[in-house]
C-alpha cells in the first residue's frame, strides 16, 4: 500500500512552459485535493475532487487545471508557468466517511519558475 | 479574519519543557478538529484529532472549546524529536472542500 504518490519531486520550470504534476492514491479514497504551500505559509487549497468526474475549484485555483478520470489519479496541469506558481505542491486523499475527514498526503513537489 | 489564526512562534523550548499551543476558528460550523504535524520539507501528517472532551495521546492532549472556538495543544516532556510546526486544522459541516489549515506554529526543542 503506497498511499499517495506524487511525481516529479522537483521541477525547475521556464516562465511560459508547461507542465504536470501526477498524484496518485491506492486506499479507493473518492476524495482528493491539491494544495500550493508557500515559504512559511499554510496550505492553500487549489482544486478538489469527490470522485472520478468531478472537480472543484479551492481558493487559488488561477493558472492551474485538473482532471479526475479514475478514482486513482488526480493530475494537476500548470498551463503558462509564472515564477509565482514557485511554490511546494502537495496532493492529498480522504474516505468519504461521513465525520472525520483525515486527509493523507503525498511527500510534495518542489517547483521553481525562473 | 482568517478562518484558523494560530500564533506562528517560532517557539524554542528546552528538552523536558512543557509547552502550549493555541488556535481559534471563524466559522461556528466547524464539526471536526485535528492537529498536524509537519515536519521540514516535508508533508503533513495527521497527530491528533481533537474532540469536544478533550482527548491524549501519550504525552499529546488537545482541547477544544467550541463556545470560544478555541483548540489548544499541550506537549509534555518535550523531545527533540518534536520539533516541527503544528498546524491547526478544521473541518466546516457540509463543506466540500474538506478541511482549513492554520499556517502553523513552528516548535524547536533545544538539547
Known amino acids: 500500500n503506497a498511499g499517495v504518490t506524487q511525481t516529479p519531486k522537483f521541477r525547475i520550470l521556464k516562465i511560459g512552459q508547461s507542465m504536470t504534476l501526477q498524484c496518485a492514491q491506492d486506499?479507493?479514497?473518492?476524495?482528493m485535493y491539491w494544495y500550493r504551500q508557500d515559504p512559511g505559509m499554510g496550505l492553500k487549497l487549489i482544486y478538489y475532487?469527490?470522485?472520478?468526474?468531478?472537480?472543484d475549484k479551492g481558493e487559488v485555483p488561477n493558472g492551474y487545471n485538473v482532471s479526475r478520470s479514475t478514482t486513482e489519479d488526480f493530475p494537476l496541469r500548470l498551463e503558462l508557468a509564472a515564477p509565482s506558481q514557485t511554490s511546494v505542491y502537495f496532493c492529498?486523499?480522504?474516505?468519504?466517511?461521513?465525520?472525520?475527514?483525515?486527509?493523507?498526503f503525498g511527500p510534495g513537489t518542489r517547483l521553481l519558475v525562473l | 479574519r482568517k478562518e484558523v489564526e494560530q500564533d506562528p512562534g517560532p517557539f524554542n523550548v528546552p528538552e523536558g519543557a512543557t509547552v502550549a499551543f493555541n488556535c481559534t476558528y471563524s466559522?461556528?460550523?466547524?464539526?471536526?478538529f485535528f492537529w498536524y504535524r509537519q515536519d521540514c520539507r516535508k508533508e503533513p501528517k495527521l497527530l491528533m484529532s481533537?474532540?469536544?472532551s478533550g482527548n491524549e495521546d501519550g504525552r499529546f492532549t488537545a482541547q477544544l472549546n467550541r463556545a470560544s472556538q478555541y483548540i489548544s495543544l499541550l506537549i509534555r516532556d518535550s523531545k527533540l524529536s518534536d520539533s516541527a510546526t503544528y498546524l491547526c486544522?478544521?473541518?466546516?459541516?457540509?463543506?466540500?472542500?474538506?478541511?482549513?489549515f492554520g499556517s502553523g506554529t513552528q516548535l524547536t526543542v533545544l538539547p
Open positions: 492529498a486523499s480522504s474516505y468519504d466517511s461521513g465525520g472525520a475527514k483525515t486527509q493523507y
Open positions: 486506499m479507493n479514497h473518492n476524495y
Open positions: 481533537v474532540y469536544s
Open positions: 475532487s469527490v470522485g472520478a468526474g468531478i472537480t
Open positions: 486544522v478544521v473541518n466546516v459541516r457540509g463543506s466540500a472542500r474538506q478541511l482549513t
Open positions: 466559522n461556528s460550523a466547524s464539526q471536526s
